[in-house]
C-alpha cells in the first residue's frame, strides 16, 4: 500500500494483522462434513476469467520501479508529490445511482454527509453512502450482515479474515460475479483496473471467476523486515553489508547488549526472520508430495537459533514477556536497535514519531540473508494484496457497470487528479499545499485523515513520504536490492475453502501457542516437536491429505 496511505493512518492496527495474514494462504472456512467445492481455480479457467493487463504511465515517479525474480517488481518512489495533476477519467463517471458501502476503519469515523462525501459524491456521480466500520470489531460484524443477507452495494473484505467471513461461500451467492465485465479485454473500458497486477486479481477470484476488486496491489509484498537504528549502529560503524548469517546477527546482538545502561539488541524478530532459515511459507512439495513447514528440518532450526536468542540475554526483557503494544516505543527511545515488524512500518508517520524521541533516528533494514551464510539468500513473496472489495449479487448489470466505473475512479494512478481528490479532498477546502505536500486543513482532518474510499478500489502501491525523502529513498533502495531474492511460495495467491474441521487444523493452534512459548525462552524445541506430532496423529495429517487430494492434484501449486 502506498506510503501516503500509511502517513494518514490508512493501515493503523491493521498493519501488524496484513503482515501475519502475507504468510498464510487465503482460506475460507465452512461448516459441514463430507464433499465440498474448496473454491479453488483451474489454470485454464482461472486464466480465461482474468483481467488483460495493461499498464499505465500517467504519472512518472522519481525512482522507477525494478524488475525482479518470478514476477517480481519493487513498488514506483515519489520523492515529492506531482505538481501536475494528470487527468485519468473523462467526465464523471456515474449515471445518478444511489448505493452504500461499508469498509473497516481504524480511527475516528467521519461524520455522515460530510464536505468531503458530498464532494466526492459529485465527482463520481453517484450518491454513494460510505458506511465505515471499526476495524477492530469488523471480524464479528460482517457476519452478522451476511447472516441477515443484508449485505451493503459494496463491501471491504480483507483477506486476513476470509475465514471469519466465509468468503468462499459468500462468492456467487451474496458477492457479484465481475467475470461477465472484466475478464479479458472487457477490462480496458475501465483503464485504471486494467492497471492493476494481474497476480492481485487472482486474490478475489473463486471458482473460475472474478468476484473481488484488488486494492493497494502490489508486485513486492514480503513477509517483513528485520528493521534496525541505522543511526545508532552507523555511529558505531556498523552497516547492514555486515550482516550475512544468522551467527552474526547473533554476534552483533550481543555487541550491541548493554543490559546495566537498559540497552538491548532485540526485539520481537520470530515471524520476520525465519523464513531466512529456508523454511516455507506453510506448504512445500518434495518428491510430488506436501510436506508442511512444521515437519522441517529448516524450521527446527529457525526455532532453535531463536530459543538459543531468547536465553541469550540480548532480548529485551518486556518483549520475552510479549508485549507488543510497547516495541515500537523501545525501538523509537534506543532501548531495542534490532526489531521485526512489516514493512507498512517505514512511513513519513515512523519517520517523525522518530526523531521526536532522537532527532538523528533513521530506520533500516537489513537485507535477506541466508541463515547458514551459504545458500542462496531468498524469502517468499505474500499475497499481491490483502485488502479486496465485493459488489453486492443483488446488484443488476446496469449498476455493476455504473460502480465499476466509479471504481475505474478511486484507481486512479498517484498524483492524479482523481486520486488527489480521492486521498486528499477538494484543495482549498480539505487541504493546501505547502511545500508542494497536499497538507489537511481544520475541516480535512475531520473528514479525510482517515481513509475510506482506497478500501472500495485503489491504484497499485508506491513509495512515497512527501517531506521526508530519507524514508522514500532508503526504503526503495532496500526494496531493489531485494526484489531478485524474492520466490512464490506452494499455493501463492491461492483461494481455498475449507471445512471448519479442516481449518481448525491449519490454524494448529495448539503447535503454534508452543511454538511462541519456544521462541520466547519458555519451553524446547523438543517441546515443539512433541506439540507437532500430536497434531500431526490429530488431524495434521487429515489436513495434508485433504490439501493434497482437493487442491494439489485439482488446481496445483499456484506457482
Not at 467471513?165 to 472484466?182: H, I, K, M
Not at 548469517?245 to 554476534?251: E, G, K, R
Not at 503447535?511 to 516437536?529: A, E, I, L, M
Amino acid at each position: 500500500m502506498t506510503q501516503e496511505f500509511n502517513r494518514r493512518r490508512f493501515v493503523g492496527a491493521a498493519a501488524s494483522v496484513a503482515a501475519v495474514a502475507a504468510a498464510g494462504p487465503l482460506l475460507s472456512a465452512c461448516g459441514g462434513g463430507g464433499e465440498q467445492n474448496t473454491g479453488g481455480n483451474s489454470k485454464s479457467g482461472l486464466k480465461a476469467a482474468l483481467p488483460d493487463y495493461v499498464p499505465r504511465n500517467a504519472v512518472k515517479p522519481d525512482i522507477a520501479p525494478v524488475q525482479g525474480s518470478e514476477g517480481a517488481v519493487t513498488d514506483p518512489g515519489f520523492l515529492r508529490y506531482p505538481s501536475e495533476r494528470a487527468t485519468t477519467v473523462d467526465g464523471v463517471p456515474g449515471s445518478g445511482g444511489k448505493y452504500t458501502a461499508v469498509t473497516p476503519l481504524w480511527g475516528t469515523v467521519p461524520s455522515p454527509g460530510n464536505s468531503f462525501y458530498q464532494a466526492m459524491s459529485k465527482a463520481l456521480g453517484v450518491e454513494l453512502t460510505m458506511k465505515p466500520a471499526d476495524g477492530n470489531n469488523y471480524a464479528t460484524i460482517v457476519p452478522t450482515m451476511t447472516a441477515a443477507k443484508r449485505l451493503p452495494d459494496w463491501i471491504q473484505l480483507p483477506t486476513w479474515w476470509n475465514s471469519n467471513l466465509n468468503v468462499g461461500q459468500l462468492a456467487g451467492s451474496q458477492l457479484a460475479d465481475l467475470t461477465p465485465y472484466v475478464s479479458g479485454d472487457k477490462i480496458k473500458k475501465y483503464p485504471n483496473l486494467a492497471a492493476l497486477p494481474t497476480a492481485a486479481w487472482h486474490v478475489g477470484a473463486w471458482r473460475d471467476k472474478i468476484y473481488g476488486i484488488p486494492c493497494s496491489a502490489s508486485r513486492f509484498v514480503v513477509p517483513g523486515a528485520t528493521f534496525y537504528r541505522r543511526d545508532i549502529l552507523e555511529a558505531k560503524g556498523i552497516t547492514a553489508d555486515q550482516v550475512k548469517s544468522a551467527a552474526d546477527l547473533m554476534s552483533l546482538g550481543k555487541e550491541l547488549t548493554d543490559a546495566k545502561r537498559g540497552v538491548w539488541a532485540f526485539d520481537d524478530v520470530w515471524t520476520y526472520l525465519y523464513p531466512l532459515f529456508g523454511a516455507a511459507q506453510k506448504w512445500q512439495v518434495e518428491d510430488d508430495k506436501l510436506v508442511h513447514v512444521f515437519e522441517t528440518p529448516q524450521y527446527l532450526e529457525a526455532l532453535d537459533w531463536h530459543h538459543k536468542l531468547a536465553k541469550s540475554g540480548y532480548m529485551h526483557p518486556d518483549a520475552l514477556a510479549g508485549d507488543n503494544a510497547g516495541s515500537l516505543t523501545r525501538f523509537y527511545s534506543g532501548k531495542v536497535l534490532i526489531s521485526g515488524g512489516g514493512t507498512g512500518a517505514w512511513t513519513l508517520a515512523d519517520h517523525e514519531s522518530g526523531r521526536a524521541a532522537n532527532e538523528n533516528y533513521r530506520r533500516g533494514a537489513f537485507d535477506v540473508f541466508a541463515a547458514d551464510g551459504k545458500s542462496t539468500p531468498r524469502t517468499f513473496m505474500g499475497a499481491s494484496t490483502s485488502l479486496v472489495s465485493y459488489f453486492n449479487a443483488r446488484l443488476k448489470p446496469a449498476q455493476i457497470k455504473e460502480l465499476l466505473a466509479v471504481a475505474n475512479y478511486l484507481a486512479a494512478p498517484y498524483g492524479s487528479r482523481e486520486y488527489t481528490l480521492t486521498n486528499f479532498g477538494v484543495e482549498g477546502v480539505h487541504h493546501t499545499l505547502k511545500d508542494g505536500v497536499p497538507t489537511a486543513t481544520a475541516e480535512g482532518k475531520k473528514s479525510t485523515q482517515v481513509p475510506t474510499y482506497p478500501f472500495l478500489a485503489s491504484p497499485t502501491a508506491v513509495i512515497s513520504s512527501m517531506g521526508a525523502e530519507d524514508v522514500t529513498r532508503d526504503y526503495a533502495a532496500w526494496q531493489a536490492r531485494n526484489v531478485k531474492r524474492l520466490y512464490k511460495p506452494v499455493f501463492w495467491n491461492m483461494n481455498i475453502a475449507m471445512q471448519q474441521q479442516m481449518a481448525t487444523a491449519e490454524a494448529a493452534q495448539s503447535v503454534n501457542d508452543t511454538v511462541k512459548d519456544c521462541y520466547f525462552g519458555k519451553k524446547s524445541v523438543k517441546d515443539v516437536q512433541a506439540a507437532i506430532s500430536s497434531w500431526q496423529s490429530s488431524s495434521g495429517d487429515r489436513l495434508k491429505r485433504w490439501m493434497t487430494e482437493n487442491v494439489l492434484e485439482k488446481y496445483g501449486t499456484g506457482q
